[in-house]
């Protein structure tokens, strides 16, 4: 079913969540493959001075990838914030997201990201700046935000609909406040209170681990899409299995032993020419590990593996693991679901 954005029609409702460190275009590009109906960017700073770095134009290379092309800009100037919706549009940007669900402590030396929940006439400002500057170009703006600041300051619904009012064509909301971080649990009251408030699409994200998850928070939020975070970290195909338990109620086989082994040697493949074979031999462990990790011999794997410092090694390691996995299993065993991402991965990728 698709999700109308603006005047962009999504292909389904399985959104792979932004994950800064994560979520670059080969790994975006691998979970469109795998069934994700859309894939936001990693956050793009709106600091000028950045955007020649080569971070930032790694972030902003989208070559190849399956429209939309949505980026998503952080920061905590209006000014700014605006300019760098105008840049990323001349880039190909053709959806602008507002990330105000982050818990990074500071972009630009300010508190930004979710942290702009605290600040409710800033957060406008922004909103209408980025708004003002899209608008010209038909390009929709949507918003990524968390249920608030803290406990006791839980202000989603009444953001909702001032970001609506402003011109944000959807919200996606993560069912955890600021101080949380990533710790207790995603809840979904807050994300149906944001649904129930305003017109434009709602997307609940948070602690979506399974199929199962992903019909019960469709069915406690009553979102018009689900977002996926850490859970598709070394399992991009959760998507197609969300895609087929919701169609059909049923579970899908995991994925055999032979499709992973080409699926990650490809994914490797596409690393390593977006990163050059230095940084793309180390960035490409944290996957490698993720892949593996429920694994029979994962862990032993991981360990010998984080001292390969060549891509052709690298390539050869994972192949030779897979073969033998192979020998002694058809498929991957059916994934735990455990999300083992943490506050301190959170922190290391956001560095
Ligand atoms: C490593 C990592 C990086 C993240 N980077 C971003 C980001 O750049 N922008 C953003 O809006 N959220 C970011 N997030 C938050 C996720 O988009 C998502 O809201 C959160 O992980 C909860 O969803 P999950 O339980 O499915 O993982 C990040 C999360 C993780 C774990």
């Not at 989208?62 to 000014?79: K, L, S």
């Not at 083992?340 to 956001?350: C, G």
Request: charged content about 25%; overall charge neutral.
């Amino acid at each position: 079913m698709t999700l109308q954005i603006g005047n962009i029609a999504l292909e389904n409702r399985l959104f792979v969540a932004p994950m800064a460190g994560v979520t670059d275009r080969p790994f975006r590009m691998l979970c469109r493959e795998l069934g994700a109906g859309y894939a936001v960017s990693e956050m793009v700073t709106s600091r000028k001075e950045l955007w020649g770095s080569l971070k930032t134009s790694r972030r902003a290379n989208h070559d190849g990838e399956p429209g939309p092309i949505a980026v998503q800009i952080a920061g905590t100037d209006a000014a700014m914030m605006a300019e760098a919706a105008q840049y990323n549009i001349d880039r190909g940007a053709q959806i602008i997201d507002i990330n105000m669900g982050c818990p990074a402590k500071k972009v630009c030396n300010k508190w930004a990201g979710s942290a702009l929940m605290r600040d409710e006439p800033l957060a406008l400002e922004i909103v209408e700046a980025v708004v003002r500057a899209a608008m010209p170009h038909e390009v929709p703006v949507t918003l990524k935000m968390r249920t608030g600041w803290s406990e006791d300051q839980r202000n989603a619904v009444a953001l909702a609909r001032r970001f609506e009012g402003a011109g944000v064509q959807m919200l996606t909301v993560h069912g955890r406040t600021r101080e949380q971080g990533y710790k207790g649990r995603a809840e979904y009251d807050t994300i149906a209170a944001v649904k129930a408030a305003v017109r434009v699409p709602v997307v609940a994200n948070g602690d979506i681990h399974s199929p199962e998850k992903a019909r019960e928070v469709f069915a406690l939020t009553g979102a018009d899409a689900v977002m996926v975070g850490r859970a598709a970290q070394g399992r991009p195909w959760i998507f197609r299995e969300i895609a087929h338990f919701l169609a059909n109620g049923t579970q899908l086989a995991p994925p055999l032993v032979a499709e992973v082994r080409r699926l990650m040697l490809d994914h490797l493949q596409q690393h390593y020419a977006l990163y050059g074979d230095y940084s793309g031999v180390r960035t490409a462990r944290k996957h490698i590990g993720w892949y593996v990790r429920a694994l029979p011999g994962g862990e032993e794997f991981r360990a010998r593996m984080n001292a390969i410092e060549d891509c052709d090694a690298q390539l050869e390691a994972v192949a030779d693991f897979f073969d033998a996995l192979a020998a002694r299993m058809d498929r991957i065993p059916v994934s735990d679901g455990a999300l083992v991402s943490t506050d301190e991965q959170a922190a290391e990728v956001l560095a």
